[in-house]
């Protein structure tokens, strides 16, 4: 269970006073509901807490028990996600639409380079779209696995340029970010991985990128370019899968959010 699952079910638990049933957390709106079906529950309420603290997933289902407790009822799957979304402003359409196909983009090149699992993609965060991801244990440490790796962090931006043709800032702006992270990787392997175009074989730790890319024209060049091959080859893989990707856009854009199996519905069926 994911650490949102975790927190909306613990908070949900009753606290005792005037309880009868020691095992009332959230309810699923169904009459009958197994193990399966709440654990199923729980996901999709994770997925739609993706890009909130445990402090407001808290805050959301205290107030939705006090609603439930107000109208004397069980507290329901439905009460817990109003109150996710309640906290959080519409999204333009073109704005939705934008985001639904960066994070498609990330998705679709994710999975099509076997990097991992994919637990659940959302464009209902309160700071914008997300992703969900999971890394393969073992995975070789090698050039080539860097590289789709760095092509998986610029899938969003590759997407908005095939659909939109523009870019937003939406990939860079902060230091978790995706260029963000991408450049730390390119630089990585440029100087401390023994990948160099220049000195392979020097380890030459950095402690700030911005001050050594700043100052170093040429490693700017070399780093550079790994993105720009890795932006290249997103766009080919998401060309290549264009069906899954159109189709996983849509479903994004009306659901707002999906969790893994939802994705992977969609990726598996047009793959």
């Known amino acids: 269970m994911s650490r949102a699952a975790e927190t909306i079910h613990a908070a949900g638990e009753p606290d005792g006073a005037g309880s009868t049933n020691t095992n009332q957390g959230v309810r699923d709106p169904r009459p009958y509901c197994d ?161 160099g175009g220049r000195y392979p074989l020097l380890y030459l730790e950095h402690k700030d990128p911005t001050a050594i890319l700043s100052r170093d024209a040429d490693l700017a060049k070399r780093v550079h370019e790994r993105l720009e091959f890795a932006q290249a080859r997103a766009t080919e893989v998401i060309f290549e899968h264009r069906a899954a990707f159109d189709r996983l856009v849509r479903a994004l854009f009306d659901a707002q959010a999906l969790d893994g199996d939802a994705v992977m519905d969609i990726l598996a069926s047009t793959s």
Do not use: C
């Open 35 to 195: 193990d399966e079906s709440v654990a199923q529950a729980l996901l999709r309420l994770a997925t739609r807490a993706m890009g909130l603290t445990g402090a407001d997933i808290e805050r959301v289902v205290r107030e939705a028990r006090l609603k439930a407790r107000r109208e004397k009822r069980r507290l329901t799957y439905g009460d817990i996600e109003a109150g996710i979304r309640g906290h959080r402003p519409p999204v333009p359409y073109d704005v939705r639409w934008r985001l639904a196909i960066h994070e498609a983009g990330h998705a679709v090149v994710h999975h099509a380079l076997r990097l991992g699992s994919i637990k659940g993609l959302t464009i209902d965060a309160k700071d914008g779209g997300h992703n969900a991801v999971t890394f393969a244990t073992g995975a070789p440490d090698t050039v080539e696995w860097y590289g789709r790796l760095l092509a998986m962090l610029l899938a969003g931006r590759a997407a908005e340029l095939i659909v939109l043709k523009t870019v937003s800032a939406g990939s860079g702006g902060a230091e978790q970010s995706d260029l963000a992270r991408a450049t730390r990787i390119a630089l990585d392997m440029e100087q401390v991985l023994g990948f």
